[in-house]
T-cell receptor
Framework: GNSVTQMEGPVTLSEEAFLTINCTYT??????LFWYVQYPGEGLQLLLK?????DKGSNKGFEATYRKETTSFHLEKGSVQVSDSAVYFC????????????FGTGTSLTVIP | DTEVTQTPKHLVMGMTNKKSLKCEQH?????MYWYKQKAKKPPELMFV???????INESVPSRFSPECPNSSLLNLHLHALQPEDSALYLC?????????????FGDGTRLSIL
């Protein structure tokens, strides 16, 4: 079956710290992988994506690499800001998932000045 | 600014009321989705429309009734809801109904059932 396992939160970091949020997946076939961010009171925004093995998605200083050998898609940022405080969701989708997205449980990040 | 527009942003209704949530996108996307999200949880899929036809209903109670009048619009009709239906309702759309493309989300309707 299809599933996403995401690092438990909440995560609290000081400004300019390095961020890693772990995400591993189980899927049939070759899914596309996504990271979404949800700020308080808003919907989910696509942060980055990768559609095949070894692809690196990047946006706003965030990066994640599609690792087929470890079935992982960890999110990283070299220097977090207070404005990065949000909930981050890892997700997978693909032709074998029947139109469905499979979301991880979400990781809440708080960045303190 | 989000490219998927949901109205209203907030809705408070009694258990006997009938109301509708609306969603609109003008990106030419052919798949549209309704999700329910409880606090501190990921979105839960409710319905999927593919080319204006209902393709997935995740065993949602009949008090929720989706409608897709055209390729740009998606409605969710609500009737006789229960307090546990209070949640954030998110609409999303994607270009590719096969699921390989990202979904674009609206900001949601926050629904409270009295």
């Amino acid at each position: 079956g299809n599933s996403v396992t995401q690092m438990e939160g909440p995560v609290t970091l000081s400004e300019e710290a390095f961020l890693t949020i772990n995400c591993t997946y189980t899927a049939t076939g070759y899914p596309s992988l996504f990271w979404y961010v949800q700020y308080p009171g808003e919907g989910l925004q696509l942060l980055l994506k990768a559609t095949k093995a070894d692809d690196k998605g990047s946006n706003k200083g965030f990066e994640a690499t599609y690792r087929k050998e470890t079935t992982s898609f960890h999110l990283e940022k070299g220097s977090v800001q207070v404005s990065d405080s949000a909930v981050y969701f890892c997700a997978l989708s693909g032709s074998n998932t029947g139109n469905q997205f499979y979301f991880g449980t979400g990781t809440s990040l708080t960045v303190i000045p | 600014d989000t490219e998927v527009t949901q109205t209203p942003k907030h809705l408070v209704m009694g258990m006997t009321n009938k109301k509708s949530l609306k969603c609109e996108q003008h990106m030419g996307h052919r798949a549209m989705y309704w999700y329910k999200q409880k606090a501190k949880k990921p979105p839960e899929l409710m319905f999927v429309y593919s080319y204006e036809k209902l393709s997935i209903n995740e065993s949602v109670p009949s008090r929720f009734s989706p409608e897709c009048p055209n390729s740009s619009l998606l409605n969710l009709h609500l009737h006789a809801l229960q307090p546990e239906d209070s949640a954030l309702y998110l609409c999303a759309s994607s270009q590719d109904p096969a699921g390989n493309q990202p979904q674009h989300f609206g900001d949601g309707t926050r629904l409270s059932i009295l």
